[in-house]
């Protein structure tokens, strides 16, 4: 009797493990359509530039989000205030997008100003130092379009910021920010300052400046607002009032002791920022959760070139045939960056949350032209395992992580 008793608990017990496993998710090769990107972006480009040539769709490897629930009414979500989205063009800016926007919500939160400000002053003159960095290093560097989220508070520091309509850094009749050319011929002049040894930073700077000049305009040196006429650093101060030493920067990786400060390794990173602090992954995830619980919004950079981000799903989830959920852990993460699967290649604003028994889940405003491609334009959502591991670094207020940084500045 007992013996048959212990076999049907055991029996039971076995039935109700196996009910309980996540349904595996299953995998489809999908035609990529054309989109924002071909029918938005490249038409405003054609418009203004005549010689552009058709993109091709190609087919692509993604999860089968075919009836598949996850939670994508933005209505849902605990909101912080911010700008609408906007698209970066065909630029590889959107480290400038995602930390500018992310600036504009800590201004309505310490101010209570709706300001829009300009992310092509930060970009032209983070292009500027960029030049000065090549000269001083004789050109080992990488010199490219990409950055990261904390570039925009160290240029703010630099020169200051402007309202976007004292600079759109566009061309009288340009729609779409377009920096194919420009980049290009900047790249070019360089290789030329390489190979004849022409390091005079002063020559150097001007010519850069000389090409951005020539396809983004120049950026004003004054502005006038509210029939004041101040500096960009006045501005800086005065009316939006942002202090860049305010603003942290959290990253995760065994290949640095934890709450020490740190390198992160990726190419963006150009000018080798060793002011991460790196912290556990517990923590790391808990500094996305704490701060935007105590009404602050954060600004991140890391990997959406994943089977399971599909910009028409609109989310970012970590299929079963990558890694179940109870697998991801500090290990797994770093196994990902070190063999290259995960990388550095896109910064966004995380502006609200969903708190849900199975995972957190964040609302996303994104820059790029993919983000535009869904029912939810220029948002989407991220799995609380998806931030887990593949997102390499973040940024808040002080404030917002003050729990974690206690433990670590005294």
């Given amino acids: 009797m007992k013996k048959s008793l212990l076999l049907v608990l055991v029996f039971a017990i076995t039935i109700s493990s196996f009910a309980q496993k996540p349904e595996k998710n299953k995998a489809v090769f999908k035609a990529r359509e054309n989109g924002f990107y071909q029918n938005v972006i490249l038409n405003d480009i054609r418009e203004y530039n005549i010689s552009q040539k058709e993109s091709k769709p190609k087919n692509y490897f993604t999860v089968d989000f075919k009836n598949n629930k996850f939670p994508t009414s933005s209505e849902k979500y605990t909101q912080q205030w911010h700008n609408p989205p906007l698209s970066q063009g065909r630029t590889g800016t959107c480290w400038s997008f995602s930390s500018t926007s992310y600036l504009e919500s800590e201004i309505f939160r310490q101010t209570g100003q709706e300001i829009k400000l300009s992310e092509m002053f930060t970009v032209y003159y983070e292009y500027v130092e960029r030049a000065k960095y090549f000269v001083e290093h004789r050109g080992k560097m990488n010199f490219g379009e990409g950055s990261e989220v904390n570039a925009t508070p160290k240029i703010i520091k630099l020169y200051g910021a402007v309202p976007e309509s004292a600079y759109t850094g566009k061309l009288k009749g340009q729609k779409a920010h377009d920096h194919k050319a420009m980049v290009a011929e900047m790249k070019a002049y360089l290789r030329e300052v390489k190979k004849g040894n022409i390091w005079n930073e002063e020559d150097v700077v001007n010519n850069v400046k000389s090409i951005m000049n020539h396809y983004m305009g120049v950026p004003p040196e004054d502005i006038m607002y509210k029939d004041k006429e101040i500096t960009p650093k006045e501005f800086t101060e005065t009316v939006i009032k942002i202090i860049p030493d305010d603003y942290y920067c959290f990253m995760s990786t065994n290949a640095v002791r934890y709450s020490e400060r740190g390198e992160l390794e990726v190419a963006d990173n150009w000018w080798h920022s060793s002011g991460y602090i790196n912290i556990n992954l517990d923590d790391f995830i808990s500094v996305f959760k704490n701060t935007l619980k105590k009404g602050y919004t954060v600004a991140f950079c890391g990997d959406v070139s ?8 609109e989310v970012g989830i970590i299929p079963t045939f990558d890694i179940p959920s109870e697998y991801i852990d500090e290990n797994a993460r770093e196994m990902r960056f070190r063999n290259g699967s995960t990388s550095d290649d896109h910064c966004m604003h995380v502006v609200g949350y969903l708190e849900k028994d199975d995972g957190w889940w964040f609302l996303i405003k994104d820059s790029s032209s ?12 991220l799995s609380e395992d998806y931030i887990k591991l593949k997102i390499l670094a973040v940024m808040v207020h002080k404030d917002g992580a003050r729990e974690i940084l206690d433990t670590i500045i005294k």
């Fill in 370 to 381: 993919s983000g535009f491609d869904g029912d939810h334009k220029g948002y989407l959502f």
């Fill in 306 to 313: 994943e089977p399971g981000y599909d910009k028409y799903a």
